[in-house]
């Protein structure tokens, strides 16, 4: 059987929720030797989703995605697809074999906390991949502990690769690996921003590389817990050390393009080139736009205009988003 | 003003507990949209039925669209407060009137462990076990980390039986700093002074108790089942055979929604 694109639209798609996506085409991949690919278009999605009752392999798997065009560039847009249930986790991920990238996702309940993602994976040998996604919390405070990614089950057979991503106003934390959540995490070049807490480790083995947080609104959690081994390169605008590896950059000033544009300005002195270039050894090459990183890269999910005089095209790189529109 | 979308096939799964948890079934609700939905092509026979009921709200529908999740209860059966010991049952308050979900041993046991509880025992409905406060904040469950007795040690300072406030010294190796203030503060404590490697806290036994019902719901509790609600097959082939949409009275939608739990 071959592989198979369904889609998430308003009007004139195979689904008009990725709830509803998820759940028609439920089936043994492996068997059928399908991978799913589930396009979202721009809609405002309200249904929560359970990825569940598949079997997936690392070459059979589900891939949810915006397709090109459809892609938010780098900022919260709601005219792109967005899914913002206004209670419960927006997406519970349960299944080994999952992709999930170029979404916005928001978990606005101020009562309950909602995790945008979810970990809850019972089997071994799951590899998961979040990738250019922007995720959204409620507000800037210690409740509900709302979190951008929780990894709360997998084991430690599992892999998370979770990179090229925009955590904005966490009233918890962006990423937290929590004390029964024993997989090897790998968290590359995203941005954090506005969020109570940064990244929390308990358990597993968490590998936080080129990574940028900003205005961590309880300064000493901005990394919480002891980091593994080749963590390195992250940036933030506090003293707070992720405390291994030897080019962390602590009290940075970033400089944004706007108040609710995360991409790096030319002005910016605490990110442009400051990361490790290919830090997932091929795993990826772009940056949260979808655009190539070239030369040194820079922390966080944004890579400043690559490859050329940064201070020369930098008015260029500013308003790059709004020609694209 | 509310349209519902019903599997019209059963999905299946090798695996049992992946079948029931994860799988839709024939006459399992999937969605709710509002009246007038422009519904996809995929939303459509041979997969789904949808069925309109305009006396009912999107809001109201969501309920019929919950999964059969475990929820459980505590009592406590008995008590030496002044100590600071507790004889607690728990129970799963969505086992159904067969008794399908009722809980196990084994689904709470390794988590009462790794909190100090003693005496764990099960007595269907329920297990019982001894909750000592002093034991549950010494234990790997109250600080998040696995063999906590090969990182720290803990000194009872003082203990009011009247007001049930704990100061306790911990004494904490090989865990950073920003982690034990973390966890501290995540428990409910309070700290007091810091210097070097030792913490001391105070903290308040209905904070621990409270905490630890918390965390073992959290960890423990799962979907038992994808859905609560369904409609029969019966139904759902009355529905194909109408070409897969059908239009109901509040009344009529209520009386084909089946709830697994009273059955």
Known sequence: ?325 | MAEILFKAIDATNPDPDKDRRGCYKKGYPVVVMPDGHTWGKEEALPKFIIVKCTEVTVEQCKQYIESWNDNFSYTVVSQDAAKGIYTVRVQNDTANVSGLNRITLAKVEAFLTKWGCTGISFTSPYVQFTFKLWDVVRSDGFWGKENIDDFASFVLNSYDSTTGIGTITATVYNIPENAVLFTIKERGGTLISHSGNEYQFSIERSAIFELFKADVKHRTERTFCVRKFYISEADVNTVISAGGTVTLTKTQLLNKLKNKLTE
């Open chain 1, 1 to 325: 059987m071959a592989n198979k694109t369904v889609t998430v639209k308003t009007s004139g798609g195979d689904y008009t929720s990725l709830a509803a996506a998820v759940t028609g085409e439920q089936l043994d991949l492996v068997t059928n030797t399908r991978i799913l690919t589930i396009e979202c278009y721009s809609l405002k999605d309200t249904a929560t989703v359970s990825i569940d009752g598949y079997t997936t392999s690392s070459s059979y798997y589900i891939k949810i995605t915006s397709p090109v065009g459809q892609r938010h560039l780098g900022i919260w847009n709601t005219g792109k697809y967005y899914l913002e249930p206004a209670s419960g986790h927006p997406i519970t991920i349960k299944e080994q074999n999952v992709t999930i990238e170029f979404l916005q996702i928001s978990a606005l309940d101020t009562n309950t906390a909602q995790y945008c993602i979810f970990d809850y994976i019972s089997d071994a040998n799951a590899t998961i991949k979040i990738k250019n996604n922007i995720f959204k919390g409620p507000v800037v405070d210690s409740t509900p502990n709302s979190r951008g990614v929780y990894l709360y089950l997998s084991a430690a057979t599992c892999v998370w690769y979770i990179y090229n991503n925009l955590f904005i106003t966490f009233s918890g934390s962006a990423i937290v690996q929590d004390t029964y959540a024993n997989q090897k995490l790998y968290a590359y070049n995203n941005t954090i921003v506005n969020s109570y807490r940064g990244f929390v480790r308990s358990t597993g083995d968490f590998i936080a590389i080129n990574n940028l947080l900003a205005s961590i609104g309880f300064t000493s959690y901005t990394y919480v817990g002891t980091f593994f081994t080749g963590s390195d390169y992250n940036a933030s605008d506090n003293d707070d050390n992720i405390g291994i590896g030897g080019h962390n950059r602590v009290s940075q000033t970033f400089t944004f393009v706007g108040a609710s544009d995360y991409h790096l300005n030319a002005a910016d002195a605490g990110a442009i080139g400051y990361g490790v270039s290919d830090p997932g050894s091929g795993l990826f090459s772009d940056d949260i736009d979808g655009e190539t990183r070239t030369g040194t890269w820079d922390c966080g999910a944004d890579q400043h205009a690559a490859a050329v005089a940064k201070q020369d095209i930098g008015f260029l790189r500013k308003y790059k988003h709004y020609l694209r529109r």
